[in-house]
Structures are given as structure tokens and as C-alpha cells.
């Protein structure tokens, strides 16, 4: 499946994402992911910073969520897939490596990346914008800074 550029878009204002993973006990794991984004058309690259739960549950199981918000507008995207983990001696390593390093400015070190290929997406978008279709990406920003003391 391919990322629009709307979802794109959306990566590129997230701060963070939430990646979801699954033990080899069946217990779910979610783990906020600060170096993120997307890769060639329908992928998701994430930086292993400080992730031995993550790395050792994809190892296990490849199915994996990751979630992200504009936590101002309250909108973004839950997107479903198969991961796995590219280890510094994989070919591809060294070109997803230059692509978050360049976001990490080189001051977060790591290893292996997390790669998810996507298979679903679905939007998600704040309540407020359900019960209240008349709202506003402005005025749910005004009433998230107030929220968040910004």
C-alpha cells in the first residue's frame, strides 16, 4: 500500500510515534519511537535508538502498529504491517542509516532499523471533530495549546 502524500505530510509535523509489537508471550508492547519516517513509497523506517523490547518482539512476530498524531490538530494515522529489522550488514542498511541520521543530526547512535511495509492505514482524528463537525483545524489547535499550557 501506498503512503499519499497527505499521510506523508502527517509524518513530517509528528514528533513522535507509538510502535506496537507483540512478545513471544502474546503480550502486547507499544514503545514511542522519536526517529521515524517514510521510505521509498509504502514503508515506514524507525531508528532502534534504545529498543531491545521492540527489536526482540519483531524478531518474533512481524506484525506490527504504529500510530502518530499532530497533537496540536489531533489528526494522524494508525497504519498496520509486517515489520522487520535491517542489521548494519544488510545492503540496504547503509541508505535508510544516511536517511535518519540526517534527523538524529548524529547525535543518537544505532545499530539496526525497524522497517514496517505496510498493509493497512486507517485515519485517526480527535472526538472533538465527531461530535462537533463544525470545529475547526484552528480552533482545535487554540483549544490543544490550552490543553497543554502551550
Given at each position: 500500500?501506498?503512503?499519499?502524500?497527505?499521510?506523508?505530510?502527517?509524518?513530517?509535523?509528528?514528533?513522535?510515534?507509538?510502535?506496537?509489537?507483540?512478545?513471544?508471550?502474546?503480550?502486547?508492547?507499544?514503545?514511542?519511537?522519536?526517529?521515524?519516517t517514510y521510505y521509498q513509497k509504502d514503508k515506514?523506517?524507525?531508528?532502534?535508538?534504545?529498543?531491545?523490547?521492540?527489536?526482540?518482539?519483531?524478531?518474533?512476530?512481524?506484525?506490527?502498529?504504529?500510530?502518530?498524531?499532530?497533537?496540536?490538530?489531533?489528526?494522524?494515522?494508525?497504519?498496520?504491517?509486517?515489520?522487520?529489522?535491517?542489521?548494519?550488514?544488510?545492503?540496504?542498511?547503509?541508505?535508510?542509516?544516511?536517511?535518519?541520521?540526517?534527523?538524529?543530526?548524529?547525535?543518537?547512535?544505532?545499530?539496526?532499523?525497524?522497517?514496517?511495509?505496510?498493509?493497512?492505514?486507517?485515519?485517526?482524528?480527535?472526538?472533538?471533530?465527531?461530535?462537533?463537525?463544525?470545529?475547526?483545524?484552528?480552533?482545535?489547535?487554540?483549544?490543544?495549546?490550552?490543553?497543554?499550557?502551550?
Amino acid at each position: 500500500m501506498e503512503l499519499t502524500k497527505e499521510i506523508r505530510a502527517s509524518i513530517d509535523k509528528s514528533v513522535l510515534c507509538w510502535l506496537a509489537t507483540i512478545s513471544t508471550k502474546n503480550i502486547p508492547n507499544v514503545s514511542p519511537k522519536e526517529i521515524f519516517t517514510y521510505y521509498q513509497k509504502d514503508k515506514i523506517i524507525i531508528a532502534n535508538i534504545a529498543s531491545p523490547q521492540t527489536v526482540k518482539n519483531i524478531k518474533a512476530h512481524k506484525s506490527v502498529c504504529v500510530s502518530f498524531i499532530d497533537i496540536l490538530v489531533q489528526k494522524g494515522y494508525q497504519i498496520k504491517g509486517r515489520a522487520e529489522i535491517i542489521n548494519s550488514n544488510a545492503p540496504e542498511f547503509l541508505e535508510i542509516k544516511k536517511v535518519l541520521t540526517k534527523m538524529t543530526a548524529g547525535r543518537y547512535p544505532f545499530n539496526t532499523v525497524t522497517i514496517i511495509n505496510i498493509e493497512n492505514v486507517k485515519p485517526i482524528i480527535a472526538p472533538r471533530y465527531l461530535l462537533y463537525p463544525e470545529t475547526t483545524e484552528n480552533e482545535q489547535i487554540e483549544s490543544a495549546k490550552k490543553a497543554y499550557r502551550i
